[in-house]
């Protein structure tokens, strides 16, 4: 017999359906019986014949004709709220998923990724979220009767105390109930599979005591992206990430809220009964090991770092464009300069500049019509776009290989060491690496902010663009991108303080018993914030200087950079007279997020570095040599 659950104001409610060519009104009339049936005042309702109301999907919010049948526009276990004529939408119903995020997008695929607990990536570690995998993983299993902090003791302050051996079960759940302490918005969707995938991978390793059985219903969960509700407040990055992640495991233990793309958000044990999952019934030790670590430091951080790298090299192409339309020189980028200062991200850029701009590979007409000019160099955000994009580049290497360390790390407390046949307390936990990484990425990927927002000023201002002020013709008439530069030092503004590292501080916790902390899940947070903004202020450059070529026609840039102004202007139309410009922005700022100026202009780089034939200089024959390409990274196995 079919069954739905209905959201009325602030309980969900079972109902049983016998006859599935019912009406949607009959489903809402049996639910508010049930609900009346629970309130001593009827909740507030005298006759329930009286009472209007709508039906509508948890998932995507479709509003439902009370007249169609049940079989028709619902499945057996469909999630839906009943919303009453002249009621408030209730403040549990969390009609679709909370906080924003640029990268989730469901995907119900049967491609697997194998973790092992060694060889997971950042890279890995963001598809995993964005659902474009399911994950396969060997378990362990472990049984200790020994005294050992947090599997037969208590925890914190209360190590001392040991518990009999009847109450261990409830020590555990008691562990995460009241460390399920967390404010603020929930984890998007992908940004929760994220922080289970990684907690499933660090379980794999088989040092953190947990039952196969566990994890097993954890893997079931995740592949069936029932995914809990993770507030991303609460963290100070030592003892791990406690209260994220015991919101986390709460929701697999049936409690709390849980979120999937059949449901939307509900309360968890409907959610997985819905999925035909079984809650995770916890042994000794595994509450803690489902909430001792790193993982919502590292998770948030590995997306932070895929999103720093992205934007970094787009902001080389956007840079270069810039100067194109500014009329500048490419004598800057000459290959001999930066050997003599041979940082190997300032190379890298120098490169990327010399393969998009003016040369017998793409020859442009904007760079041809200024060639004989008196100017003799461009100001410091064009000509020194290698050197401060260089050292972002090299800044987000050094990030990035701390978080996969740290995403194939074990840093529960205790450790289990099966062959040795004993536990030992440690400090694994300590978020210190991640945070302090992450504070330097924040502030590394800040500067391609900074100087673009420069280079938005030179574009905008007619005394040092040989352009229309604010890039719009009748100009007062139109005040074309003069906001749009606001906007851009708004966010500028906001990463200097956003910059400001967290992982300097340190507040004593648990009765002085976790007296140095990293903050790092600040750290996590705030890097993403930074990298926002940092998008957003690019949006804006490319923007402006698409604009800025309509003044410059018929005159034509590179071929690398034509592509990249036809992908924007595929999206944007030319700014002709002043319009709404915020999803102007919006819709440059997905450009970027889905690295599509990248994938249009990183051909034409790497096809001219494959061609790239240096000189022979007696003097330095490795003046002008590339460094070799990188050996494939090692991957993960996919089945």
Known sequence: MPRFTVHVRDEWLTVPCKDATCSIK?????????????????????????????????????????????????????????????????????????GTSHLYLYIDNHRYISLDGN?????????????LYKIKVSGFMVDFKLIVYGITTGFGKFARTVIPVSKLKELQENLLRSHSSGLGSPLSPERTRMLLALRINVLAKGLSGISLETLHRMIQAFNASCLSYVPEKGTVGASGDLAPLSHLALGLMGEGQMWSPKSGWADSKYVLEAHGLKPISLKPKE????????????????????????????????????????????????????????????????????????????????????????????????????????????????????????????TDNPMVFAERGETISGG??????????????????????????????????????????????????????????????????????????????????????????????????????????VEQVLAIELLAACQGIEFLRPLRTTTPLEKVYDLVRATVKPWIKDRFMAPDIEAVHRLLVDQKVWNIAGPYIEKYCMEYIPESRPSSPTAFALDPPPSPRKRVRLE
């Open 287 to 410: 509450g803690l090991a489902l909430i001792n670590g790193t993982q919502m430091i590292t998770s948030l951080g590995a997306e932070a770092v895929e999103r720093a790298e992205a934007i970094a090299q787009q902001a080389d192409i956007i840079a270069a464009l810039t100067l194109e339309v500014l009329k500048g020189t490419t004598k800057a980028f000459d290959s001999d300069i930066h050997e003599l200062r041979p940082h190997p991200g300032q190379k890298e850029v120098a490169l990327r500049f010399r393969s998009l701009l003016d040369s017998d590979h793409h020859p442009s007409e904007i760079a041809e019509s200024h060639r004989f000019c008196d100017r003799v160099q461009d100001a410091y955000t064009m000509r020194c776009c290698p050197q401060v994009h260089g050292i972002v580049n090299d800044t987000i290497e050094f990030v990035k290989k701390i978080i996969n360390t740290e995403i194939n790390s074990a």
């Open 428 to 533: 694994n936990f300590h978020g210190e690496y991640p945070a302090k990484a992450l504070d330097y990425l924040a502030i590394g990927v800040h500067e391609l902010a900074s100087i673009s927002e420069r280079r938005i000023e030179r574009l905008c201002n007619p005394s040092l663009s040989e352009l229309p002020a604010f890039l719009v013709n009748e100009g007062g008439l139109n005040s074309g991108f003069m906001i749009a530069h606001c906007t851009a030092a708004a966010l500028v503004s906001e990463n200097k303080v956003l910059c400001h590292p967290s992982s300097i501080d340190s507040l004593s916790t648990s009765a002085a018993t976790e007296d140095h902390v990293s903050m790092g899940g600040w750290a996590a947070r705030k890097a993403l914030r930074v990298v926002e903004h």
């Open 26 to 98: 009959w489903l809402g009339f049996e639910a508010l019986k049930r609900y009346i049936k629970n309130k001593p005042d009827n909740g507030g309702i005298q006759h329930i014949k009286d009472v209007h109301f709508g039906v509508k999907r948890c998932q995507g919010l479709g509003l439902l004709d009370n007249d169609d049948t049940i079989e028709d526009v619902l499945e057996d276990n469909d999630f839906v709220e009943l919303a009453i004529e002249g009621d408030t939408m209730s403040q549990d119903f969390i009609p679709s998923q909370p």
């Open 119 to 131: 060889s997971l990536t950042s890279t890995d570690l963001v598809n995993l979220g964005k659902g």
